[in-house]
C-alpha cells in the first residue's frame, strides 16, 4: 500500500494549564496532529516518531485505531518529548521543555514508507536530521515542512523562546511547500510584511509558501503568486494548540488530489476552524464535515471533492 503521507517529527505528551489553573495532559506535536487530521480525511497516513517508555498505551491505540500507520513509531530511551504549555486569558503561552526524546534519522523510515506521495516535516524541538528531507526530495516525493521546532531554543529555566534558524538555507532547497504563522516567518526572513516573507522564503527553495496569520486568515504563495485565504469562523473557542497542524495536513490531502494550492487552503482553514473547537484532537473533522461548513460558509467556490 502506497501512503499519501508520511509525517516526520516527535510526538509530545504535552501538561496544558489553562487560564483558570486548571491542569491536563493531552498527546501534543506536528506529528500527531497532522497525521491523525490526514487519516480522519481519508488518506493513508504514516508517522515516523521516537517516544520514551512512558508514553501511554491509549495515545498509540488512539493514533492506530484512526488507521495512522505506526510502524515508524519508535519507543527508545524513558522519556517522550513533553512540554509544559500554560495559556493566559488571552490565550498566549508560556512553554517549557520537560523532556526530549532522541533525534530522527533517516534510518529511521521504514522501508515501505519510502514511495510515499508526501513527507511532512514537523520538528517541535530540533530533531529531525536534515538529511531526511533531502533524501525524501531526492526520491520524488512531495516534501513539506512546518519549520517551528528549529526556530526554539530554551533559556535557563527549560523556557522555550523564539531563536534564529541558522541552517535554512541547507533545508530549503528541498522543501516543496512551507507553512508557518508570520511570526516564524519573520525570524527566517527578517520580513515584517508577510508577503515579503513569503517571497523570500519562496526564493529559497519552496514552490508553495503558506503564511498562517490567526484571526487574519492566511496568505498563499504559488509560484510567484500571492492570494489571502480568509478565515473560517468556528461555532465556539476551546483550544487553538494544533491548528496551524490541522491546515496543513488538511491542505495537503486536498492538494494532493487538485494540485489547486488556493483550493487547499480554503479546506485547510476550513478544517483547522473544527480543531479550536475542541481540545487537544477531540475535534479532528471528517471531509464531509469540511465540505458541509465551506458551503455554509459560501467559501466553496473551488472546493468540488470527487
Given at each position: 500500500m502506497?501512503l499519501?503521507l ?8 504535552d ?5 483558570k489553573?486548571?491542569?491536563h ?6 506529528a500527531?496532529?497532522?497525521?491523525l487530521?490526514a487519516?480522519?480525511l481519508?488518506?493513508?497516513?504514516g508517522?515516523?516518531?521516537k517516544v520514551g517508555g512512558?508514553?501511554?498505551t491509549r ?8 488507521g495512522?500507520?505506526v510502524?515508524?513509531l519508535t519507543?527508545?530511551?524513558?522519556k ?5 504549555n500554560?495559556y493566559d486569558?488571552e490565550?498566549r503561552?508560556?512553554?517549557t521543555l ?7 534519522g533517516f534510518p529511521?523510515?521504514?522501508s515501505h514508507?519510502l ?7 514537523g520538528p517541535?524541538?530540533?530533531?529531525i536530521?536534515?538529511d531526511?528531507?533531502?533524501q525524501a526530495?531526492?526520491a ?5 515542512l512546518d519549520p517551528?521546532g528549529?526556530l526554539?531554543c530554551?533559556?535557563?529555566a527549560?523556557?522555550v ?6 541552517d ?5 532547497p528541498?522543501?516543496d511547500?512551507?507553512r508557518s504563522d508570520e511570526?516564524?516567518?519573520r525570524?527566517?526572513?527578517g ?5 515579503k516573507?513569503?517571497r ?19 496568505i498563499v ?14 461555532d465556539?473557542?476551546?483550544?487553538s494548540t ?5 491546515y496543513?495536513a ?6 494532493l ?6 483550493r487547499?487552503a ?12 475542541g481540545v487537544g484532537?477531540?475535534a479532528?473533522p471528517?471531509g464531509?464535515?469540511?465540505?458541509a461548513r465551506l458551503?455554509?460558509?459560501c467559501?466553496?467556490?473551488?472546493i468540488?471533492r470527487s
Amino acid at each position: 500500500m502506497t501512503l499519501n503521507l508520511v509525517v516526520v517529527g516527535h510526538i509530545s505528551q504535552d501538561v496544558i494549564v489553562d487560564s483558570k489553573g486548571r491542569i491536563h495532559e493531552e498527546l501534543g506535536g506536528t506529528a500527531a496532529y497532522s497525521s491523525l487530521t490526514a487519516a480522519k480525511l481519508g488518506a493513508q497516513a504514516g508517522i515516523v516518531s521516537k517516544v520514551g517508555g512512558d508514553f501511554k498505551t491509549r495515545y498509540h491505540e488512539l493514533l492506530s485505531d484512526h488507521g495512522v500507520d505506526v510502524a515508524g513509531l519508535t519507543v527508545t530511551g524513558e522519556k517522550t518529548t513533553a512540554f509544559k504549555n500554560s495559556y493566559d486569558a488571552e490565550d498566549r503561552r508560556t512553554q517549557t521543555l520537560l523532556a526530549l526524546a532522541p533525534a530522527i534519522g533517516f534510518p529511521d523510515v521504514p522501508s515501505h514508507y519510502l514511495g510515499a506521495r508526501c513527507f511532512h516535516f514537523g520538528p517541535i524541538f530540533r530533531e529531525i536530521d536534515r538529511d531526511i528531507v533531502r533524501q525524501a526530495h531526492d526520491a520524488g516525493a512531495l516534501t513539506s515542512l512546518d519549520p517551528q521546532g528549529f526556530l526554539r531554543c530554551v533559556d535557563e529555566a527549560g523556557r522555550v523562546r523564539p531563536s534564529r534558524w541558522e541552517d535554512a538555507r541547507g533545508v530549503l532547497p528541498f522543501v516543496d511547500i512551507y507553512r508557518s504563522d508570520e511570526d516564524e516567518a519573520r525570524l527566517i526572513t527578517g520580513e515584517k510584511d508577510p508577503v515579503k516573507s513569503a517571497r523570500t522564503i519562496s526564493k529559497m527553495g519552496p514552490r508553495i509558501v503558506l503564511i498562517t496569520r490567526e484571526r487574519k486568515g492566511s496568505i498563499v504563495l504559488d509560484e510567484s503568486e500571492a492570494t489571502k485565504v480568509p478565515l473560517v469562523l468556528a461555532d465556539r473557542f476551546a483550544d487553538s494548540t494544533g491548528a496551524g497542524d490541522i491546515y496543513v495536513a488538511g491542505f495537503i490531502v486536498e492538494y494532493l488530489l487538485t494540485r489547486d494550492a488556493v483550493r487547499a487552503a480554503t479546506f485547510g482553514a476550513c478544517a483547522a476552524s473544527f480543531k479550536v473547537e475542541g481540545v487537544g484532537v477531540s475535534a479532528l473533522p471528517t471531509g464531509n464535515m469540511v465540505e458541509a461548513r465551506l458551503r455554509a460558509s459560501c467559501l466553496n467556490r473551488s472546493i468540488n471533492r470527487s
